[in-house]
């Protein structure tokens, strides 16, 4: 079935760019998402991306897609330690109506 | 507006007892949905519905049930809890199909001893 991969953690030094890859299986996803989990919070959308576009940038965030390759990455720029957080990638696939999300990346930003 | 609301917080429960988490939504979305979150294991959809009267089972519904008899709310039922239900539950809701955003529930922390 439809699968998204993600590395489970990130240890990153304020100041610096984040990276956070993920892998997905669904070719025929249409929307691709990043979503934020602060300790003891729900899940916050960060920023999406539709399958038509390569690159979606919104203040420190960019979100590129390759879509041969099935690859999807947020990079963080000048990261702060109030982005240490759990960060989910998430596909929707089409066929089944819902979202698949991978087993997140908990990104680790030290001083 | 509330958003996605979720009650309880915590709960603790015993081996074989039920009980129901609750969750609404005041956007007037058509589509809900439940999760739980295991360490390592990411969001795994429970439960799904894409509107009133109208459920459907996601990737682990084995010891859930769910309805929908309006729009606003969604409750989560366990009949008879086991321990492999621990876990962080979270309710979800979106406009409809396709890209619409999905608003996240606070999410219910539950403990079965």
């Known amino acids: 079935g439809e699968d998204v991969e993600q590395s489970l953690f990130l240890s990153v030094r304020e100041g610096d760019s984040s990276v956070i890859n993920c892998t997905y299986t669904?070719?025929?996803?249409?929307?691709l998402y990043w979503y934020k989990q602060e300790p003891g919070a729900g899940l916050q959308l960060l920023t999406y991306i539709f399958s038509n576009m390569d690159m979606k940038q919104d203040q420190r965030l960019t979100v590129l897609l390759n879509k041969k390759d099935k690859h999807l990455s947020l990079r963080i720029a000048d990261t702060q330690t109030g982005d240490s957080a759990i960060y989910f990638c998430?596909?929707?696939?089409?066929?089944?109506?819902?979202?698949?999300f991978g087993a997140g990346t908990r990104l680790a930003v030290h001083p | 507006n509330a958003g996605v609301t979720q009650t309880p917080k915590f709960q603790v429960l015993k081996t074989g007892q039920s009980m129901t988490l609750q969750c609404a939504q005041d956007?007037?979305?058509?589509?809900m949905s439940w999760y739980r979150q295991d360490p390592g294991m990411g969001l795994r959809l429970i439960h799904y519905?894409?509107?009133?009267?109208?459920?459907d089972q996601g990737e682990v519904p084995n010891g859930y049930n769910v309805s929908r008899s309006t729009t606003e709310d969604f409750p989560l039922r366990l009949l008879s809890a086991a321990p492999s239900q621990t876990s962080v539950y979270f309710c979800?809701?979106?406009?409809?199909?396709?890209?619409?955003?999905?608003?996240f529930g606070p999410g219910t922390r539950l403990t079965v001893l």
């Open positions: 998430a596909a929707y696939s089409g066929g089944y109506n819902k979202l698949i």
């Open positions: 669904d070719s025929s996803s249409t929307y």
């Open positions: 956007m007037n979305h058509e589509y």
């Open positions: 979800a809701s979106r406009q409809g199909r396709g890209g619409d955003t999905q608003y």
């Open positions: 519905s894409v509107g009133a009267g109208i459920t």
